[in-house]
């Protein structure tokens, strides 16, 4: 499996109030959703209708429908995992993809290689520990961001804990061209951030813009240091306004990716419990 995604601990849930609430960290799928222009596009169709004729005739009434649902791996609010990048032919791990990728997807850190996430969570909210209400395109996040953001948010970063950063880029899910970074690329750390994050013992990362970096990328691939040489996935899509306004300083942090073998990424549905 390879990823550092630490296991269930029993103890996180004896840590919850009894006033404890749950929190929608996702965007519903729709077709009008933007998607970022190196995937395709999501899309739904009914397969079959209420009413449409069946082989045999149903004396009650009674009729059912169904749909055809094409998407990416990395469509609306996804998880990356540690096959979607490599480094000079080799995935994390030194895999080598030439020994792996297949016809059907790769045979080794796929999706379906992801665990249930059941983890603590810092939420840095660092558009507003910048005083704005969203970050610009292509501004990249510093460790002073995070420092300010983490002060704010009054916790610390421990080992094992998933770090979700709040750019305030969601306030564009509905203008998808400058949603997926078409108006000036989009907001996110730079290396010098993502290796503040890793020396902290972060093991899974996400923010609420579709590529997590600032893009376009002024330096090294933040994403390959992550998935390649760290073993760290990264999540993307996520909706935090919500949860980051609680200032929280940790949350219990859920998602569970879908099973999809051979994939580089899934569809997730997760949620904080404050």
Same mark, same amino acid.
């Given at each position: 499996?390879?990823?550092?995604?630490? +296991?269930?601990?029993?103890?996180?849930?004896?840590?919850?109030?009894?006033?404890?609430?749950?929190?929608?960290?996702?965007?519903? !799928?729709?077709?009008? !959703?933007? =998607?970022?222009?190196?995937?395709?596009?999501?899309?739904?169709?009914?397969?079959?209708?209420?009413?449409?004729?069946?082989?045999?005739?149903?004396?009650?009434?009674?009729?059912?429908?169904?749909?055809?649902?094409?998407?990416?791996?990395?469509?609306?609010?996804?998880?990356?995992? /540690?096959?979607?990048?490599?480094?000079?032919?080799?995935?994390?791990?030194?895999?080598?993809?030439?020994? =792996?990728?297949?016809?059907? +997807?790769? #045979?080794?850190?796929?999706?379906?290689?992801?665990?249930?996430? &059941?983890?603590?969570?810092?939420?840095?909210?660092?558009?507003?520990? #910048?005083?704005?209400?969203?970050?610009?395109?292509?501004?990249?996040?510093?460790?002073?961001? !995070?420092?300010?953001? /983490?002060? @704010?948010?009054?916790?610390? &970063?421990?080992?094992?804990?998933?770090?979700?950063?709040?750019?305030?880029?969601?306030?564009?899910?509905?203008?998808?061209?400058?949603?997926?970074?078409? #108006?000036?690329?989009?907001? +996110?750390?730079?290396?010098?951030?993502?290796?503040?994050?890793?020396?902290?013992?972060?093991? /899974?990362?996400?923010?609420?813009?579709?590529?997590?970096?600032?893009?376009?990328?002024?330096?090294?691939?933040?994403?390959?240091?992550?998935?390649?040489?760290? +073993?760290?996935?990264? !999540?993307?899509? @996520?909706?935090?306004?919500?949860?980051?306004? @609680?200032?929280?300083? #940790?949350?219990?942090?859920?998602?569970?990716?879908?099973?999809?073998?051979?994939?580089?990424?899934?569809?997730?549905?997760?949620?904080?419990?404050?």
């Amino acid at each position: 499996m390879n990823s550092r995604l630490p +296991g269930f601990d029993a103890k996180l849930f004896g840590a919850i109030g009894a006033g404890a609430k749950v929190y929608e960290l996702s965007h519903a !799928m729709a077709p009008s !959703m933007p =998607v970022y222009h190196q995937h395709i596009p999501y899309s739904l169709a009914l397969h079959r209708r209420h009413g449409d004729p069946h082989p045999k005739k149903r004396e009650d009434g009674s009729s059912f429908a169904n749909e055809v649902i094409v998407t990416s791996g990395h469509s609306g609010t996804h998880i990356d995992a /540690l096959g979607h990048f490599s480094r000079n032919g080799c995935l994390h791990g030194g895999i080598k993809v030439s020994e =792996v990728e297949t016809r059907d +997807g790769y #045979r080794e850190l796929n999706a379906a290689d992801i665990p249930p996430i &059941i983890q603590p969570a810092v939420v840095l909210d660092v558009a507003v520990a #910048r005083g704005v209400d969203c970050l610009g395109p292509a501004e990249q996040i510093s460790v002073a961001d !995070m420092e300010r953001a /983490l002060a @704010l948010s009054g916790s610390e &970063i421990k080992a094992g804990d998933a770090v979700l950063i709040r750019t305030g880029w969601s306030k564009y899910w509905t203008d998808g061209e400058t949603f997926i970074g078409r #108006r000036g690329g989009m907001p +996110g750390p730079g290396e010098e951030a993502a290796r503040w994050l890793i020396a902290r013992g972060a093991t /899974l990362v996400g923010s609420d813009t579709p590529g997590f970096e600032c893009l376009p990328t002024p330096g090294v691939s933040v994403h390959a240091i992550m998935l390649v040489d760290e +073993g760290i996935h990264i !999540m993307e899509n @996520l909706n935090l306004d919500e949860i980051a306004s @609680l200032r929280r300083p #940790r949350v219990l942090f859920i998602a569970l990716p879908l099973r999809l073998s051979g994939s580089t990424g899934s569809p997730i549905r997760p949620v904080a419990i404050a």
